[in-house]
């Protein structure tokens, strides 16, 4: 029996089936209550010191002997190791006992274990939107060197997004691999690498053991990403345009680690990186949550993306779907560029008219048109099979609804889990009116005839139902209209501050995330629903999985321009060109929502300033955050780090980070920050630069120097900004900013003053 089967089913309470697989939610496996079942052997990760200098196979024996020790014969241990991590990092996945775990922890060669556990999966139009129009300028031949990969759930090879019509060989930096799959139709130059990872060793009888995507998110993350140009792409005719990346010469690595039923394991995170660093990716997307919250070594993606930027390979990824509650920000780690979702200028919605005369406006995509005027119309608590089931019946749940009474009429639903509409055609019903607060801004794609209203409008509708014998209605074909203003923070979109460290802001920038048209896999209908016949080559879907790959697509494209620049400079470059995004515009929560802002690619090529560091100081700020020197090493990949002589760090946060971000202690005690910065001039060799200090009220902002003279490309200058805040009550976030302006550049650093909830 698997863990994670066993764990996972009570906290599954997920409101839409759409939402939650291309949006990125942690299974919340509870560790403390599955660690106390009996004695069977669960999976986990140890993590051993340096990476010694031998071939990998000789390294895979040194794993065994390790495990040897712990378990009775070398036979046993290499029948228990399912996976060694030798490429890029040092470690074994195995099963073991608790008593083993205990046993294996103790042992001076081995840095940490940590038990396997399962994260979830977190447009023509959005590019136009965020500024690069197809005639971007762009270094092609760069472009079709530089290499993406996706952590995901595979790929569909056939679609046209993906095909090498014009691409040459890949480029020879290229490792990777790509097998003969089932029912992978296989790589060609556009897609070089394709692998899948399953180290649980359990089938999941709703997947192929193959990077094939049977899901569709994968596919839709990489089209995004790096799609070809595919003219007339549509959702039956919804959102019309041109499909493309934001490199579309770029080529694709796709590691498949998110499986149909079980989710996407621990093991198999960790397996992708490894092999992603190994294979010479220069991005890595990754669209998928969960694991530890707050300590970054428990945590697979942070520790996958501390070894890829070690060798200069940038980790994207979600900031997550649990928002609008503070502090659900994931993958906050400071080496990750942590994105959040933001809304285009569009919305999908359908007109409903009533019996009435009274029309309304729903959301959501249904593109069905009705063949009669009106439909008789009932609420789901009207049309239960018996008394018994009256609650069910209101949310229109499985077996709950009288089929007598919901055939040929539209359902007034109460929604608490997808496919409500799946469950009134399924017993005939015409259409269903699905009535919830939570996704305000999300259309979601109907089996059936549906659409989506507030609990206001849901109201009236109830209402009407009940004021007249003969209640009808109507719902139309769904329309794209102009919806104004955007860009605005998704209502979904996990905010900060991070749960990982007071000192730095999360999430880093917002890209569009709502209703994003992309390719789609053919092995499954738009929904997934029982009874939809809908497949389509293109669909919408929304979540920070689908804004994690347009940074990504931009970092890329950054990329292909400066390959030589480091992971955090084309961080820098992201973040300090993002367009500050209105405070007006229902974003309450502000920089906690949006980060710098709003992604602005164009810009990011030409930054002017960047904020550049290697690893160390990383490692000074985890040291400053209290880790101690085995768990670092799970981190650097070395038990060498001895905090206690490594030089302090840079300031208040030690790291050369591009936003800045001040808690308070308490709400009683005034606080000082002292940040310091140093930037790089990658713009015009004579360039000036004056700051200008955006402070909020409470608040003292100083820099100095005020003017930065820089005389040559590549030149460094640093420079102090003294953060004083007052106290403020509990839970308040106050941004200010700094700006650094040439005549050609601005360089914007959010400045956010923050008093912790209970501080
Ligand atoms: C996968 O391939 C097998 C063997 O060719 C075939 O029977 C099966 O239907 C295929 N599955 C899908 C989802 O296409
Ligand atoms: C675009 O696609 C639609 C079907 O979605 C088709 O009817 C139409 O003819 C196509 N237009 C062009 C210009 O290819
Ligand atoms: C309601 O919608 C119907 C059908 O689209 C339309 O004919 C009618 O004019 C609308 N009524 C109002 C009051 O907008
Ligand atoms: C109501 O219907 C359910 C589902 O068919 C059935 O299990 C239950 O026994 C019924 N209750 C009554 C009181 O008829
Ligand atoms: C509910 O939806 C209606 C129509 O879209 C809108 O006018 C209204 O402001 C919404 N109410 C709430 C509380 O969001
Ligand atoms: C290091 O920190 C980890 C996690 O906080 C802890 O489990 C471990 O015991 C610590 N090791 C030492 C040597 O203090
Ligand atoms: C770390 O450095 C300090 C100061 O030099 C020294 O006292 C301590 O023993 C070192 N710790 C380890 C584990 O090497
Ligand atoms: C920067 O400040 C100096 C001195 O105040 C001024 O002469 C110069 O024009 C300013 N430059 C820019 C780009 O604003």
Sequence with gaps: MSRSKKCVHSDLSIPWQQLVLPLLILVSISLVNCATEDEEKKLYIAFLGDHPLVNSNSLDETHIHLLS??????????????????????AFAAKLSEDEVNKLSGMDEVLSVIPNQYYKLHTTKSWDFVGLPVTARRKLRTESDVIVGLIDTGISPQSESFKDDGFGPPPTKWKGTCGPYANFSGC????????????????????????????????????????????????????????????????????????????????????????????????I??????????????????????????????TVASAGNTG?????????????????????????????????????????????????????????TDAALNSTTVEEARFCLQDSLDPVKVKGRIVHCKVLASGAESVVRGIGGVGTIVESDQFPDVAFVFMAPATLVNGTVGASIN???????????????????????????????????????????KPDIAAPGIDILAAYTPLKSLTGLKG??????????????????HVAGVAAYVKSFHPDWSPAAIKSAILTTAKPMSRRVNNNDEEFAFGSGQLSPTRAVSPGLVFDMDE???????????????????????????????????????????????????????????????????????????????????????????TLYFSRVLQ?????????????????????????????????SPIVIYSPIDG
């Design 324 to 380: 609008p509650s503070l502090s659900s920000v994931m993958n906050h780690a400071p080496w990750i560029l942590t994105v959040a979702a933001s809304g285009i200028d569009r919305e999908f919605r359908s007109n409903v008219h009533f019996g009435n005369g009274k029309n309304i406006s729903g959301l959501g995509v249904s593109t069905f048109n009705p063949t009669q005027e009106l439909y008789p119309l009932i609420s789901g």
């Design 463 to 505: 209402d009407y139902i009940h004021s007249t014998r003969s209640p009808s209605a109507v719902i139309y074909k769904t329309q794209e209209i102009e919806k104004e203003p955007a860009p605005f923070a998704a209502s979904f979109s996990s905010r900060g501050p991070s749960p990982g460290s007071k000192r730095i802001l």
């Design 532 to 549: 939809d016949t809908q497949y389509s080559k293109f669909t919408i879907m929304s979540g920070t999985s689908m804004a994690c790959p």
């Design 616 to 706: 160390m100081p990383y490692i000074q700020f985890l040291c400053h955050e209290g880790y101690n020197a085995s768990s670092l090493a799970v981190l650097v990949g070395s038990k060498r780090v001895n905090c206690s002589t490594l030089l302090p760090g840079l300031g208040y946060d030690d790291l050369n980070y591009p936003t800045m971000q001040l808690s308070l202690k308490n709400q009683r005690e005034p606080i000082t920050g002292v940040f310091r910065r140093r930037v790089t001039n990658v713009g015009p060799a004579l360039s000036i630069y004056n700051a200008t200090i955006n402070a909020p009220a409470g608040v003292e902002i100083t820099v100095r120097p005020t």
């Design 716 to 748: 460094e200058l640093s420079f102090t900004v003294v953060v004083k805040a007052k106290p403020m009550p509990s839970g308040q976030m106050v941004p200010g900013s700094l700006v650094w302006k040439s005549s050609r550049h601005v360089v914007r």
């Design 285 to 314: 997307s990754i669209s998928i949550g969960g694991g530890g919250n707050q300590d970054y070594t428990i945590d697979t993606i942070p520790i996958g993306a501390f070894h890829a930027m070690q060798k200069g390979i940038i």
């Design 69 to 90: 020790s712990v378990k009775e014969s070398y036979d046993d241990a290499k029948e228990s190791i399912v996976y060694s991590y030798t490429k890029s990092m040092n």
């Design 188 to 283: 060609n130059n556009k897609i070089i690498g394709a692998r899948y990872f399953k180290l649980d060793g359990t089938p999941d009888a709703s997947d192929i053991l193959s990077p094939v995507d049977v899901d569709g998110h994968g596919t839709h993350t990489s089209s995004t990403l790096a799609g070809n140009l595919v003219t007339n792409a549509s959702l039956f005719g919804l959102a019309r345009g041109t499909a493309r990346g934001a490199v579309p010469s770029a080529r694709v690595a796709m590691y498949k680690v998110c499986w149909a039923s079980d989710g996407c394991a621990a093991v198999d995170i960790l397996a992708a990186f490894d092999a992603a660093i190994h294979d010479g990716v220069d991005i």
